[in-house]
């Protein structure tokens, strides 16, 4: 059985007593998650806000699209609680939404690291005088937990545009130092992150696949192109040949495809413009 509420800026989705609807396969584990359909850019503020509402109607997980307006170091996983009250650091208050909401966040951001002097260090960033030997600048998915600890990074291994503006290109040396494994388990689900563009790389694909990974939280900010090239059409695609649950978040200014989609199925799936600016009192006549 499957329950749905649907809203133009969010996809709220519960799988119960089923075999094909966020189940994992594996584990026969069902967990509820959300999807944010924003603009381009979205704040701290707006994760913060997003998962509140996330929360009130029972989500587990809530994911972003990619580009969120961070950009800054954030820590290395561990089990320290993040949450400082009455902080305005974008770590700090999205730690707290996620242990005030009991709530997973995935959300992604530039995470600048300083360089290690014998880590590749011919892809050090040099000039910036917070990192006085330099920086690597990573496009990243992070996930903050309900004791409002960093779980997990995910560094982009196949960049795009962002290659031209100072994004560095991570090695699998560089994830390591870093710690950025990518995978977690939650909930009783082995999960797998990937943005945008690594859709596209069948090694992170099929490296998820050996690992009996079958839940991929996917940020995106991909636009669409032909009417065979959408991002519902790829992420369909992708699912079917792994064998995944796909739970992704589009930026609502080019991109289509948030959504989940299972074993070649579109389970549930919106594209609205009209929430760009996002604004929750604008965009959630919800149905069920």
Same mark, same amino acid.
């Given at each position: 059985m499957l329950a749905a509420v649907y809203s133009s800026s969010f996809i709220w989705f519960v799988a119960l007593n089923s075999n094909f609807v966020l189940v994992n396969a594996r584990e026969q584990t069902t967990y509820l998650a959300a999807t944010a359909q924003v603009g381009s850019n979205y704040s701290p503020e707006t994760i913060?806000?997003?998962?509140?509402?996330a929360a009130d109607i029972?989500?587990?997980?809530? &994911?972003?699209?990619?580009?969120?307006?961070?950009?800054?170091? *954030?820590?290395?996983?561990s089990d320290e609680d993040l949450c400082v009250r009455d902080s305005t650091d974008p770590v700090n208050l999205v730690a707290c939404a996620s242990k005030d909401n009991n709530i997973y966040i995935v =959300?992604?951001?530039?995470?600048?690291?300083?360089?290690?002097?014998?880590?590749?260090p011919g892809l050090c960033f040099k000039g910036n005088s917070a990192y006085p030997d330099g *920086?690597?600048?990573?496009?990243?998915? &992070? !996930? %903050? @937990?309900?004791?409002?600890?960093?779980?997990?990074?995910?560094?982009?291994?196949? $960049?795009? /545009?962002?290659?031209?503006?100072?994004?560095?290109?991570? /090695?699998?040396?560089?994830?390591? =130092?870093f710690n950025a494994t990518g995978t977690f388990v939650? $909930? @009783? !689900?082995? %999960?797998?992150?990937?943005?945008?563009?690594?859709?596209?790389?069948?090694?992170?694909l099929q490296k998820y696949a050996d690992l009996n990974i079958e839940d991929i939280l996917y940020s995106n900010s991909?636009?669409?192109?032909? #009417?065979?090239?959408?991002?519902?059409?790829?992420?369909? @695609?992708?699912? =079917?040949?792994?064998?995944?649950? +796909? !739970?992704?978040? #589009?930026?609502?200014?080019? @991109?289509?495809?948030?959504? +989940? *989609?299972?074993?070649?199925?579109?389970?549930?799936s919106v594209f609205d413009t009209s929430c760009v600016n996002f604004n929750f009192e604008e965009c959630s006549d919800a149905f069920t």
């Open positions: 913060v806000f997003v998962a509140q509402n029972g989500a587990q997980i809530v &994911v972003f699209p990619e580009n969120a307006d961070i950009n800054q170091r *954030y820590p290395s996983p =959300h992604t951001l530039a995470d600048s690291q300083p360089c290690a002097p014998t880590i590749e *920086y690597y600048s990573f496009t990243a998915s &992070v !996930v %903050f @937990g309900p004791e409002g600890n960093l779980i997990t990074k995910y560094y982009k291994n196949n $960049l795009f /545009t962002e290659a031209m503006l100072g994004a560095t290109q991570p /090695t699998q040396k560089l994830s390591e =130092h939650a $909930l @009783g !689900v082995e %999960f797998g992150l990937a943005i945008c563009n690594d859709m596209n790389d069948r090694k992170l991909w636009e669409n192109s032909q #009417s065979q090239q959408t991002m519902e059409s790829i992420l369909t @695609g992708i699912s =079917h040949t792994y064998g995944l649950n +796909v !739970v992704a978040a #589009s930026t609502s200014d080019g @991109g289509s495809g948030s959504g +989940v *989609y299972s074993n070649g199925e579109i389970l549930i």
